[in-house]
């Protein structure tokens, strides 16, 4: 492919972070496939699994599920059984000073949800249909809302591990929401960067990554693309055509659509890479935000296969090194076929 290519070095606007693209160390695009093994329990079955249909009593308290007040669900929200923040507001309550101390430390008050996202343990995210996805990023938003009643949560993180090197503990498909007392540091650094791209250009750093070298495929309302300073080879962006500051402000006709291109991108990877564990994140904007935030903070989905792990160069640095080029990522990620 691109051996014969120099090696350089991409500064992404939108993440604020370097990326080194190094073809010394890269094989053909089409030669990158998954060897880790998929399934992080592969003896568990469904007679086992309490996030399966009828086994709805052995797992944590249920939130809520779609559509509701039925036993025939599709979507179940329920909290984390092993939650890494304390939901009990009494910690809160009982400090006086819950924001912070000297030393920069904060109250570990926060929400860790689950999101089952079907009933049904053999089926995967990118089995269902893109209604039925469409139907989980319906849960997304509504537990997105939920959370932003609380006065102490800033920020709401959705994630899915698909994988056990992708840090999945169960392999029923489930995602998760993390509602946080903080905004994390990724967040304020992606803001100020985005800030910054506006003050040179006067636009959006995410309304104007669309080219057609990176681009993978596009809906009505999305399009799909392999980032230009990608941090991970093969890595996807799904990004909102119009100019989105929330995740949770999607409209019900807008999730079908995005749940089609998210299971045509899953589809591709799994195809191209050898169904590899990945992980994808909602990059949503911080629950408040000044009106003058408003022009340059866009949400997007970000997918990553783990295809290698992150050395000591990556920790070091916080730059990474990637070996595929983003424009050979999306030549090939465009010719893998799809039929939905």
């Not at 053999?122 to 849960?139: K, Q, R, T, Y």
């Not at 992606?190 to 990176?214: A, D, I, P, W």
């Not at 424009?327 to 465009?334: G, K, T």
Request: glycine fraction near 4%.
């Amino acid at each position: 492919m691109a051996s014969s290519r120099n090696p350089e070095i991409r500064k992404d606007r939108v993440l604020n972070r370097s990326v080194i693209f190094s073809p010394a160390r890269a094989r053909r695009p089409s030669d990158f496939k998954s060897k880790a093994p998929a399934n992080p329990n592969p003896n568990n079955s469904s007679k086992e699994c309490p996030f399966c249909i009828g086994h709805e009593h052995e797992c944590a308290p249920e939130i809520f599920r779609l559509p509701k007040d039925t036993s025939d669900w599709k979507v179940r929200v329920i909290e984390n059984l092993y939650p890494a923040l304390k939901r009990d507001s009494k910690i809160i309550e009982n400090e006086e000073n819950p924001k912070n101390d000297s030393n920069g430390v904060v109250t570990g008050f926060g929400f860790h949800d689950v999101v089952i996202e079907s009933p049904i343990h053999s089926i995967h995210l990118s089995d269902l249909s893109p209604s039925e996805i469409g139907d989980v990023l319906i849960a997304y938003k509504q537990r997105i809302q939920q959370l932003h009643l609380h006065p102490s949560i800033q920020y709401v993180q959705v994630f899915k591990n698909h994988g056990a090197s992708a840090g999945a503990s169960m392999s029923h498909s489930h995602s998760q929401i993390m509602g946080l007392p903080i905004v994390p540091p990724t967040v304020s650094s992606r803001t100020s960067s985005m800030k910054e791209y506006f003050h040179e250009t006067g636009k959006c750093g995410l309304c104007q990554v669309r080219s057609q070298e990176l681009l993978i495929d596009e809906s009505t309302h999305f399009f799909s693309i392999v980032p230009f300073a990608a941090s991970f080879a093969f890595e996807i962006w799904i990004v909102p055509r119009d100019h989105s500051l929330h995740f949770h402000e999607l409209d019900n006709e807008k999730t079908v659509d995005l749940g089609r291109l998210l299971k045509l991108m899953l589809l591709k990877l799994s195809r191209q890479l050898n169904d590899p564990p990945f992980n994808f994140m909602i990059h949503t904007s911080p629950k408040d935000m000044e009106a003058s935030q408003f022009p340059y903070m866009h949400w997007f989905l970000q997918i990553v296969p783990q295809l290698s792990g992150v050395g000591g160069f990556e920790i070091g640095t916080g730059c990474y090194i990637n070996p595929v080029f983003p424009e050979d990522a999306a030549s090939v990620l465009r010719e893998v076929n799809v039929v939905l």
